[in-house]
Each structure stands twice: as structure tokens, then as C-alpha cells.
T-cell receptor, first 113, second 111 residues
């Protein structure tokens, strides 16, 4: 079945460091890919998405490119801030922004000042 | 606009007891989802409603879990009887058809 695999956490970085969180997927078709963020005590929020191969999603300085050849959707940010500390989830679904989301296990990011 | 409301925020029960969670989606959102998020794992879909009809409940443990969405608005998720492995955060999400908005969740601890 379809699945999402994320790098194990937690990830601890200093402020202004470069961030990469790896995400790979297994899918029977051509899914849409998402990154969600969960701040402490809050619900999941959509960070960015890509709906087809080679699409790049971006938001708040975060970027991820849909790589069909490597079945990957790695999250990157050039300079992290303390406020970026959260849990990040990679997810996929079929049908764009509707239908069941299949999530990875999440990666906790802590950014130190 | 108001977000997805869930209650209670926290619940502690003993195994074999019953518990119910409530979700009030964003007004006008036809689709409603319940996800289970066990500690250290990503959320997993339990059930999806379209208005007041069930679209997908293939991963709902129907021997103990039940859910309903009366009049296509609010929804309740019930567990009876609860097991230790049901300890998790239960997330509700709603959608107008495209996109999702998640609630803050109900954290259930079964002791």
C-alpha cells in the first residue's frame, strides 16, 4: 500500500542554520504531496504542497520539490528561526486537496537561539 | 472565520470505560474527517463523512469505535469499551471540498 517515510527526529539546530527533512514515498499512482506543521498545542497546518512531478511548493521560506524519479519530497529552509520549532509531517493523497491523507511519522524540530 | 472546534481537550479514562469526542466543523464544510494520532506516529484516518454519509470507514475498528454526523454538521466519535492502545490524540478536520482545516485535537489517555 501507499506509505510515507520521514527521517527520524528529533532534529536540533541553531538559529540561522540550514534545514533539510527527508521524505520519501511509496505510491501506486501519482499522488499529491504535502508538508504539514504542528506547533505545540495546536492543530495541523498546511505548510506547502505539490500536485505533480517537478512542482515546487514554497511557503514562509520553506521549499520542497516533487521528485518522481527518486520518489522524494524533501523539506528545506535556508535559515531557521526559533519560531520554526515544531513537528513536521510529510503526507500524500490522491485527489489534490481532498480525500484521505497518508502521513509519515513526523519529525520534531527544535531550533536553539 | 472560526476554526474546527473539538472537545474535550483532554480525557483520562480507565480501560473498558466508554468515551465520546465532539467536533464542530467550519460552517459550510461538507467533508469531515476523524484521524487517530498515536504518540510518535503520524495521523491515521478513522472515518470520512461527506455531509452526513460515510465515505470511508475502512480503518475504523467497528467492534469498539462508532461515529456519526447528524444533519451533516457536528460529529461525535465514541469508543466503547476503551483499550490501553486507544491512547492517542483524536483529530477532527473539515473541508469545503478542497483543502483541510484541522482542529486542535482531543488527547485521550486510557489507564
Amino acid at each position: 500500500g501507499d506509505s510515507v517515510t520521514q527521517m527520524e527526529g528529533p532534529v536540533t539546530l541553531s538559529e540561522e542554520a540550514f534545514l533539510t527533512i527527508n521524505c520519501t514515498y511509496t505510491a501506486t499512482g501519482y499522488p499529491s504531496l504535502f508538508w504539514y506543521v504542528q506547533y505545540p498545542g495546536e492543530g495541523l497546518q498546511l505548510l506547502l504542497k505539490a500536485t505533480k512531478a517537478d512542482d515546487k511548493g514554497s511557503n514562509k521560506g520553506f521549499e520542497a520539490t516533487y521528485r518522481k524519479e527518486t520518489t522524494s519530497f524533501h523539506l528545506e529552509k535556508g535559515s531557521v528561526q526559533v519560531s520554526d520549532s515544531a513537528v513536521y509531517f510529510c503526507a500524500l493523497n490522491y485527489g489534490g486537496s481532498q480525500g484521505n491523507l497518508i502521513f509519515g511519522k513526523g519529525t520534531k524540530l527544535s531550533v536553539k537561539p | 472565520e472560526a476554526g474546527v472546534a473539538q472537545s474535550p481537550r483532554y480525557k483520562i479514562i480507565e480501560k473498558r470505560q466508554s468515551v465520546a469526542f465532539w467536533c464542530n466543523p467550519i460552517s459550510g464544510h461538507a467533508t469531515l474527517y476523524w484521524y487517530q494520532q498515536i504518540l510518535g506516529q503520524g495521523p491515521k484516518l478513522l472515518i470520512q463523512f461527506q455531509n452526513n454519509g460515510v465515505v470511508d470507514d475502512s480503518q475504523l475498528p467497528k467492534d469498539r469505535f462508532s461515529a456519526e454526523r447528524l444533519k451533516g454538521v457536528d460529529s461525535t466519535l465514541k469508543i466503547q469499551p476503551a483499550k490501553l492502545e486507544d491512547s492517542a490524540v483524536y483529530l477532527c478536520a473539515s473541508s469545503p471540498g478542497v483543502g483541510y482545516t484541522f482542529g486542535s485535537g482531543t488527547r485521550l489517555t486510557v489507564v
